[in-house]
Nanobody, 121 residues
Framework: QVQLVESGGGLVQAGGSLRLSCAASGGTFSNYAMGWFRQAPGKEREFVAAISGGAGMRWYADSMKGRFTISRDNAENTVYLQMNSLKPEDTAVYYC??????????????WGQGTQVTVSS
């Protein structure tokens, strides 16, 4: 069983930056691809970004390319999401997720509790 704890959310003005962190425990971290998802009020949860277990592959939703960067530190069992040039439409609860495989394929097996990101205009 993998436990995931997100941190780093908060309130930021449009154009600003935030870095989210997700600390994992309970498994061999490098065996899991990791991802970030988000859910805005009244909307379905959507994919943001993912990174393979060895960090050699990254995937991004089209609307986040060039603004968001996913990275991981396997020595620290932590995955990050650097978010730049934030827009009000990025306001959402951001969830960390772990896939039960080394590449981000299918549905994640484990989820964090989420962290709120609010971007003011």
């Amino acid at each position: 069983q993998v436990q995931l704890v997100e941190s780093g959310g908060g309130l930021v003005q449009a154009g600003g930056s935030l870095r989210l962190s997700c600390a994992a425990s309970g498994g061999t971290f490098s065996n899991y691809a990791m991802g970030w998802f988000r859910q805005a009020p009244g909307k379905e949860r959507e994919f943001v970004a993912a990174i393979s277990g060895g960090a050699g592959m990254r995937w991004y939703a089209d609307s986040m390319k060039g603004r968001f960067t996913i990275s991981r530190d396997n020595a620290e069992n932590t995955v990050y999401l650097q978010m730049n040039s934030l827009k009000p439409e990025d306001t959402a609860v951001y969830y960390c997720a772990a896939y039960n495989r080394i590449v981000a394929s299918g549905t994640p097996a484990y989820w964090g509790q989420g962290t709120q990101v609010t971007v003011s205009s």
